[in-house]
T-cell receptor, first 112, second 112 residues
């Protein structure tokens, strides 16, 4: 059972498109995260938000733009992506100061 | 950056057998987390460990925090087909950090 939902579950987009991924957590957490999962690579942390404030940006290209309007919602805006950006994008949440993170089911993104 | 090494990378076992896998780090960790990921889904937290030498169980799963603080072990007893998936270890790469670094995972296949 997961209290973190992500939409859409699957997305195919062209390199000139603009799309957004959405994450919502129902766990009362106040920290949210975006990860990228590519084949044969460890999960890569992209962004961290604590109490709606971005606290980490791990050298992510500007074609990925996060938005956290409140502690329950997190978005990842995508524009002019490259084929190598195709991956599973995972959202997670936690209580601030607690290391246990809970993941959503992910969005499988394919860039054509 | 900090890396976690998981072994084995993959394993095939007969249903009913016990399974052991481990995770090692070149530096000391003060938290170890174990996750399982089913195909097409996000990782699910199985067990969290916070003290060196700690042994924690969750049903047929048992995890241990190594006494050197540089490793952790996950055991699954009497495996069943639904144990199939990828098992990840994770931990904070820096003292006081609440971000996680992940291993590449151990892929488990169970032969009925």
């Amino acid at each position: 059972e997961t209290g973190v939902t992500q939409t859409p579950r699957h997305l195919v987009m062209g390199m000139t498109n603009k799309k957004s991924l959405k994450c919502e957590q129902h766990l009362g957490h106040n920290a949210m995260y975006w990860y990228k999962q590519s084949a044969k690579k460890p999960l890569e942390l992209m962004f961290v938000y604590n109490f709606k404030e971005q606290t980490e940006n791990n050298s992510v290209p500007s074609r990925f733009s996060p938005e956290c309007p409140n502690s329950s919602h997190l978005f990842l805006h995508l524009h002019t992506l490259q084929p190598e950006d195709s991956a599973l994008y995972l959202c997670a949440s936690s209580l601030q100061g607690v290391r246990e993170q809970y993941f959503g089911p992910g969005t499988r993104l394919t860039v054509t | 950056g900090q890396q976690l090494n998981q072994s084995p990378q993959s394993m095939f076992i007969q249903e009913g057998e016990d399974v052991s896998m481990n995770c090692t780090s070149s530096s000391i960790f003060n938290t170890w987390l174990w996750y399982k990921q089913d195909p097409g889904e996000g990782p699910v937290l199985l067990i969290a460990l916070y003290k060196a030498g700690e042994l924690t169980s969750n049903g047929r799963l048992t995890a241990q925090f190594g006494i050197t603080r540089k490793d952790s072990f996950l055991n699954i007893s009497a495996s069943i087909p639904s144990d199939v998936g990828i098992y990840f270890c994770a931990g904070p790469p820096k003292a006081g950090s609440y971000q996680l670094t992940f291993g590449k995972g151990t892929k488990l296949s169970v032969i009925p």
